[in-house]
């Protein structure tokens, strides 16, 4: 699935360090409908929604804006084009 993301000023002033609470995972939450427990770990961003699971792993640049993020460096509002794998839910769970 591919995602096209617009990380806001809004975002990144409400974000945290937090996996769940940086300022990409807000913007997931924000323009993904049904978009469920995200994670955002260094090297892969997550959710979930009804269907299944969906995770990528984000390019150099991304990761390098949430190591700036998270080291509490300046960073700019920006976007992004997120291609996610997905993975069922199990129908048995």
Known sequence: MQ????????????GSICDSGCPIALALDDQVPDCLDVSVIDRVIAFRDPRGTYRCRPDDQVVGWIHDFDESRPVEPFELDLDFDFEPADPTA
Do not use: E
């Open 3 to 14: 995602v096209h993301l617009t990380v806001t000023q809004l975002h990144i002033d409400n």
